[in-house]
């Protein structure tokens, strides 16, 4: 359907409760696969390793081939579950989820069904206003990635229109955590606000964890959205039957499961104010189109065949092992946002704009680093976040941490001005190093020698000579004439406050 297509959202709400359910893919940093002995993609240390370089014979499906548990993947998957509130199983076991892709060598995936890790759970959202909705969890699960499909000759990179595909089995394997939600009922006018919040608050939680990096443009992270609609009933009836569900696959940013959620609502309440149905499917999200497409039709339960994994053992984790893990547990979100307010002596309003941008991390990592509060979220909610939306990218993808606080660091040290901190920025965006290096390659550092200055601020003086007779009248904010010829002269390589101090003096000879 056309985005020209869909009901206002406000009217969609007055005819349609939406109902909205989420699945969350987490994938764990351990150093190997969840069944092999292959190294982990996802670890920091394998990044940008090259197509089917991080495999094993299990994770390609070979004859003879037995997955062995990853004891790490197990603990922190009982981490998640705690964190998230469940319940731990005291036996849990793996599954075969039985599909056919070109992807899953095994043409079946390792999963759990009907006997997860952790179950029964709920979380704390906080909205930006500072409100708290419960999101009620079912389960949290683990099973292994399949591998990725890269589509060669189209102009999508999307299989429609590609001469071939090429298939990478380095991802096969990698350890996942599935978080699935029950419905979640009442969200109304702030569903899309709901959806953007709950997968921030799993991506804070796992990152306090340590378990993952969580970043959604990596796939580290990444979101099925499910909602669907249901006739509102006259006050005192019984709610209508919950409608049909559509599942928008793997939403790669926070900002994308906002709008995903507002699009299916509105998309979906068109067709059905227009006394058609809807799908059971799962749908595309266009990130450049604002727009859903449909994928296939979305298979239930007992079309995979699950059935028990013949060659793996229940997983019994210990009580001693769980409550050594509940001691562990970092702060809750809420709690953790709470404290660092209070630490950096942010007011409710800066504050929000962090959190809002989902840079919390971000900033707290960036204080860590050397920055002072203030500093780090002025870089982060300022130019960072207008780069990314100008580029359409998260604003954690452009930079890290690290090269925020050493770019402050050297406006600090006075070897950059903020204007010239703005080009460095840009340099490090574009790949060409680190704030230093790119400093020294651009040849941008402030210039802290007066000679270069003064011979600046003397031809400034000698090209206006009625400046300087006003300047010494004791006219001295004529001065400004003389700084900002200066500055262009030095290509604003020089500290304004300086110039101001040597242009006076000058003037007064």
């Known amino acids: 359907m056309a985005k020209a297509d869909l009901m206002d959202f406000d009217k969609a709400l007055e005819l349609f409760e939406p109902v909205l359910g989420f699945e969350v893919h987490v994938e764990l940093n351990t150093r190997t696969k969840m069944f092999s002995a292959a190294a982990n993609p996802a670890h920091a240390d394998n990044h940008g390793a090259g197509p089917n370089t991080l495999v094993a014979p299990v994770d390609m499906g070979l004859p003879g081939a037995l997955p062995v548990v990853n004891a790490d993947a197990v603990r922190s998957s009982i981490s998640l579950g705690l964190a998230l509130g469940c319940s731990i199983a005291p036996s ?4 075969r989820k ?3 892709y070109p992807d899953l060598g095994k043409n079946y995936q390792i999963s759990q069904y009907d006997e997860p890790i952790a179950f029964e759970g709920r979380i704390e959202v906080e909205l930006t206003d500072g409100s708290i909705v419960e999101v009620p969890i079912e389960r949290a699960h683990m099973e292994e990635d399949a ?6 000759g189209g102009s999508t990179g999307r299989i429609q229109g590609a001469e071939y595909s090429l298939v990478d089995y380095n991802r096969a394997g990698v350890p996942l955590v599935e978080i699935v939600t029950k419905p979640i009922f009442g969200a109304e006018h702030r569903a899309p606000e709901i959806a953007k919040a709950y997968v921030q608050t799993i991506r804070d939680i796992v990152l306090s964890l340590g378990i993952s990096e969580a970043r959604m443009e990596r796939g580290n992270l990444r979101c099925d959205a499910n909602v669907s609609l249901r006739p509102r009933t006259p006050e005192g009836e019984a709610p209508a039957p919950l409608g049909t569900r559509t599942e928008t696959k793997n939403v790669n940013s926070m900002r994308s499961v906002e709008r995903a959620v507002r699009y299916e609502i509105q998309r979906q309440a068109a067709i059905l104010a227009e006394g058609g149905t809807i799908i059971q499917e799962t749908r595309h999200w266009h990130e450049d189109t604002g727009t859903t497409s449909a994928g296939r039709p979305k298979s239930d339960a007992d079309d ?6 013949p060659d793996l053992l229940p997983v019994e984790p210990t009580d001693d092992l769980i409550e050594e893990l509940r001691a562990a547990l970092p702060e809750p979100p809420a709690a953790r946002r709470r404290r660092l307010k209070a630490e950096w002596g942010y007011t409710d309003l800066e504050f929000q704009d962090v959190v809002n941008g989902g840079l919390l991390t971000e900033v707290e990592s960036t204080i860590a680093a050397g920055a002072a509060p203030a500093s780090a979220r002025k870089w982060w909610t300022g130019e960072i ?3 990314a939306n100008a ?3 998260e604003a954690a993808e452009l930079v890290s941490p690290a090269d925020v606080a050493a770019l402050q660091g050297l406006i600090d040290t006075g070897t950059l001005t903020d204007k010239l901190a703005r080009q460095v920025l840009e340099g490090v965006i574009a790949g060409e190093g680190t704030p230093q290096e790119v400093v020294d390659a651009r040849g941008l550092a402030v210039v802290s020698d007066d000679g270069p200055l003064l011979a600046a601020i003397d031809e400034a003086l000698a090209a206006q000579p009625d400046v300087l007779a006003k300047i010494r009248d004791g006219k001295v904010q004529a ?7 200066v500055m262009k002269a030095m290509r604003g390589q020089a500290d304004a406050a300086r110039v101001r101090e040597l242009v006076l003096e000058r003037a007064s000879a």
């Open 98 to 100: 039985n599909y056919f």
């Open 92 to 95: 849990s076991r793996f599954a």
């Open 391 to 393: 580029s359409g990218r």
């Open 304 to 309: 995979y065949r699950y059935f028990p994994e």
């Open 479 to 485: 001065a400004g004439a003389i700084i900002g010829a």
């Open 385 to 387: 976040t207008r780069l």
């Open 147 to 152: 591998g990725k499909l890269t589509h060669v």
